[in-house]
């Protein structure tokens, strides 16, 4: 099984950025056999919304509201993700989790809280 811990929310100034981690530990045929990796988040009353989600291959998909600010990538190992975010704004407060897919099934990291103050 595939374990996932995220780091690096927190509090910033509307305008500002933070870089978000998201490392992968588990078997190696655990790791190896994760496809696409991505981001969400949930902001207090609202559902949980796709941010950013990057295949195998490499290739990615941005939410509407985010695309040209944050950028969404992984290392070769597959065994981390990250998440640049600039230009935050105050509407980009949410948890932000990560979530993997292994052999078809879907793992969810904890979540990292990012608040943007305007």
């Known amino acids: 099984q595939v374990q996932l811990v995220e780091s690096g929310g927190g509090l910033v100034q509307a305008g500002g950025s933070l870089r978000l981690s998201c490392a992968a530990s588990?078997?190696?045929?655990?790791?190896?056999?994760?496809?696409?990796m991505g981001w969400y988040r949930q902001a207090p009353g609202k559902q949980r919304e796709l941010v950013a989600v990057?295949?195998?291959?490499?290739?990615?998909n941005y939410a509407d509201s985010v695309k040209g600010r944050f950028t969404i990538s992984r290392d070769n190992s597959k065994t981390s993700l990250y998440l640049q975010m600039n230009s935050l704004k105050p509407e980009d407060t949410a948890v932000y989790y990560c979530?993997?897919?292994?052999?078809?099934?879907?793992?969810w990291g904890q979540g990292t809280q990012v608040t943007v103050s305007s």
């Open positions: 979530k993997v897919e292994v052999s078809r099934n879907d793992i």
């Open positions: 588990g078997s190696a045929l655990s790791i190896f056999r994760i496809n696409d």
């Open positions: 990057i295949s195998r291959s490499g290739s990615t």
